[in-house]
């Protein structure tokens, strides 16, 4: 069975200073791994994923993430954060029948 | 434009009514799904469908029903059951097979029952 634990429920970071999300997962086999960004009452969208080859990789609106087998760890980064990346963000690991299993998510919130 | 919609984004009920929220996908997948939100929770999968005429639970079914009678449409019920159903609910639809399945999520309905 897969799971995600995402270390920290709120992440509070200054305009322009760097975002670091942190996920690890569980898998009995090599994983499908997601972020996705939801804004205040709204759906999610993806932001990126990481399914093989590179172990970096690069998504939307400046996100990243790297996939550390060794670690289990799939951490979401931003060199530079911006007033417009304050939402919730969740890293999920898809399991069988394509179905998705979700940390409990992240709350960023940026200061001015 | 291709996507999913939900109605309504806002639903009141009295507590004991049944309530049933639609999803609409015109993105020709095959797998529809929906999940429960709560905050600090996550999402949880409620039901999830992986063509038409056929579905499964998830980890919190109970207390929900769903029905998948054509392939863009997957309602989903809120039974008088379902102990604590004031949440925000979210479907989502994907195509199926082997590898990675990108999920596309609707805006979401958010139910408060009084």
């Known amino acids: 069975a897969q799971s995600v634990t995402q270390l920290g429920s709120h992440v509070s970071v200054s305009e322009g200073a760097l975002v670091l999300l942190r996920c690890n997962y569980s898998?009995?086999?090599?994983?499908?791994l997601f972020w996705y960004v939801q804004y205040p009452n709204q759906g999610l969208q993806l932001l990126l994923k990481?399914?093989?080859?590179?172990?970096l990789v690069k998504g939307i609106n400046g996100f990243e993430a790297e996939f550390k087998k060794s670690e289990t760890s799939f951490h979401l980064t931003k060199p530079s954060a911006h007033m417009s990346d304050a939402a919730e963000y969740f890293c999920?690991?898809?399991?069988?029948?394509?179905?998705?299993?979700f940390g409990a998510g992240t709350q960023v919130v940026v200061t001015p | 434009d291709g996507g999913i919609t939900q109605s309504p984004k806002y639903l009141f009920r009295k507590e004991g009514q049944n309530v049933t929220l639609s999803c609409e996908q015109n993105?020709?997948?095959?797998?529809m799904y929906w999940y429960r939100q709560d905050p600090g929770q996550g999402l949880r999968l409620i039901y999830y469908?992986?063509?038409?005429?056929?579905?499964q639970k998830g980890d919190i079914a109970e207390g929900y029903s769903v029905s998948r009678e054509k392939k863009e449409s997957f309602p989903l019920t809120v039974t008088s059951a379902q102990k604590n159903p004031t949440a925000f609910y979210l479907c989502?639809?994907?195509?199926?097979?082997?590898?990675?399945?990108?999920?596309?999520f609707g805006p979401g309905t958010r139910l408060t029952v009084l």
């Open positions: 989502a639809s994907s195509i199926t097979g082997e590898g990675w399945n990108e999920q596309f």
């Open positions: 898998s009995s086999v090599p994983p499908y």
């Open positions: 990481y399914t093989t080859g590179a172990t």
């Open positions: 999920a690991v898809q399991g069988s029948w394509g179905k998705l299993q």
């Open positions: 993105l020709n997948h095959d797998a």
């Open positions: 469908s992986q063509i038409v005429n056929d579905f």
